[in-house]
């Protein structure tokens, strides 16, 4: 039996623009991403990106659309249980992948992660569109917990995508001038609501992709902070290429305004 979204965890997210899911990915499967993530910091694929921070401590490790490369991922991606948690969200006729993502911070990395909205870095639009973070390890906030911006999801800001710190294999983002620049959260955290739950292996943070987020760096010098996040998106999600979107997500088999459906953005689930 997979798992069941409540009316609780439904209302939630719909007023958070965030909401953490208890026990969705089960230790078989967790089991399954673990080896994934071991072959790819062994053999990265080619959208690694990553850094050693700047007092030599610790080390980031980045990579996108695992599920092309790597058969086990793309098994979990294509009928692993985030599937059917995202149907339930959605309501929709069908669910698309759009990509995968893995994220380690190896004891010590001490880098924050950026607050940002994912949507102006993703060459799509539309309302039915999440991520959800699997968590590999206890995650909290000394490991570096996501944070999110209680209703930010709702504000209807672009915000300019931008680097995240030194990681190698991502370059400027063209500006865009529909998008504004986020302020400075960071340093006037007590203006905002920020929610955060710390998370036990196979918990998993479901968010939309406009919601502001960023995480801590893991300040822990006795464990790893594992994320392995995919993407989802439901029927209204269509192309859609702006300055600003990241290159290596998008298509050469689409046209702005066109459904995803394709074998870069495969339809993983049909309502019967």
Same mark, same amino acid.
């Given at each position: !039996? ?9 209302d939630a997210f719909n007023g958070d623009g965030a909401v ?21 910091? =062994? ?8 850094? $050693? &921070? ?15 490369? *790597? =058969?086990? !991922? ?10 059917? $948690? ?10 698309n992948l759009f990509y995968d993502q893995l994220f380690v ?14 949507? &102006? ?8 569109? !999440? ?23 709702? %504000?209807?800001?672009?915000?300019? &995508? ?20 986020? &302020?400075?959260?960071?340093t006037a955290r007590n203006e905002y609501k920020i929610l955060? %739950? ?11 992709? !406009?919601? $502001? ?21 439901? *029927? *209204?999600?269509?192309? *859609? ?27 993983? %689930?049909?309502?019967?």
């Open positions: !039996m997979g798992y069941h979204v409540t009316e609780e965890e439904r953490p899911l208890r026990g969705v990915v089960h230790e078989e499967w967790l089991e399954v991403l673990a080896a994934g993530i071991e072959r790819d910091i =062994s053999r990265p694929g080619p959208f690694f990106h990553g850094y $050693v &921070p700047d007092n030599g401590i610790g080390r980031f490790h980045g990579n996108i659309r695992l599920w092309e490369n *790597d =058969s086990e !991922m793309r098994r979990f991606c294509t009928n692993g249980p985030l599937i059917s $948690v995202a149907s339930q969200f959605f309501e929709s006729s069908k669910v911070k190896e004891p010590g990395t001490v880098n924050r992660t950026r607050w940002h909205n994912d949507l &102006p870095y993703w060459p799509i639009r539309g309302t039915q569109i !999440m991520s959800f973070w699997v968590a590999l390890d206890e995650v909290t906030v000394e490991s570096g917990a996501l944070e999110f911006i209680q209703g930010s999801h709702l %504000w209807d800001i672009w915000f300019q &995508p931008e680097t995240f710190g030194k990681t190698s294999g991502h370059g400027e983002y063209e500006r865009n001038p529909d998008y504004v620049d986020i &302020p400075d959260i960071e955060t %739950w710390d998370l036990q292996p196979g918990d998993v943070y479901a968010f939309d992709a !406009m919601t $502001v987020h960023g995480a801590g760096g893991n300040l822990r010098s006795d464990a790893r902070r594992r994320g392995y996040t995919v993407r989802y998106c439901g *029927d *209204d999600a269509v192309y *859609d290429t702006r300055k600003g979107t990241q290159g290596h997500l998008r298509s050469d088999q689409h046209s702005d305004g066109d459904a995803l459906d394709s074998d870069l953005y495969p339809v993983v %689930w049909q309502s019967k």
